[in-house]
């Protein structure tokens, strides 16, 4: 019995830690459309035209990650977005948590605020709300040895969402 709770408890560590270090592996820019679908372990939930859509774990919460591909065939940028509920509070804080996670990697980064509406101006109780109709917003980057990192507070069709962007830097 003691041997199936260390087994239970070893196999959730790995997998805990696993969803943190998703985000820290390495994009291997030269992979083709079918190269990523044969390799990537999550879930595939959507295939349209040069885009392929996952199901994954990032910093230990449910996201969806994104593999774009331009004209060429080649991978142009790796997202990770997760959407929020714009009834909630907690828009700010999600991010900056996950913000704190990526600047371990990174290092700190200067986040810009945008507010188009002056009600948002700290107010906590609505800041979902604002994020949803494009009125708050927040935007954070950094430049990794392999790929430009973009983190976003933003609206998508009036839902808030988180986005981590990955993008292949120019040559």
């Known amino acids: ?40 372990r999550n879930k595939l939930l959507e295939q349209k035209g040069s885009n392929l859509t996952f199901e994954t774990r990032l910093f230990d919460l449910a996201f969806h990650l994104e593999y774009v591909f331009n004209e060429q065939g080649e991978l142009d940028n790796v997202l990770y977005y997760r959407s929020l509920d714009k009834n909630e509070n907690t828009c700010v804080s999600d991010y900056t948590a996950i913000k704190n996670k990526v600047s371990t990697k990174y290092g700190t980064a200067k986040t810009e605020e945008s507010i188009y509406n002056d009600k948002a101006k700290g107010s906590p109780d609505n800041v979902c709300l604002f994020a949803a109709t494009g009125e708050y917003k927040l935007d954070t980057n950094w430049q990794g040895k392999t790929e430009d990192i973009n983190l976003v507070l933003n609206t998508w069709k009036g839902t808030p969402y988180i986005g981590l962007y990955y993008k292949k830097p120019s040559k």
Do not use: C, D, G, R
Not at 4 to 20: G, P, V
């Open 1 to 40: 019995m003691n041997t199936n709770k260390a087994l239970i408890t070893m196999a959730s560590l790995l997998l805990s830690l696993s969803s943190y270090s998703q985000a820290e592996q390495v994009i291997n820019w030269s992979a083709s459309l079918e190269q990523v679908k044969s390799e990537e």
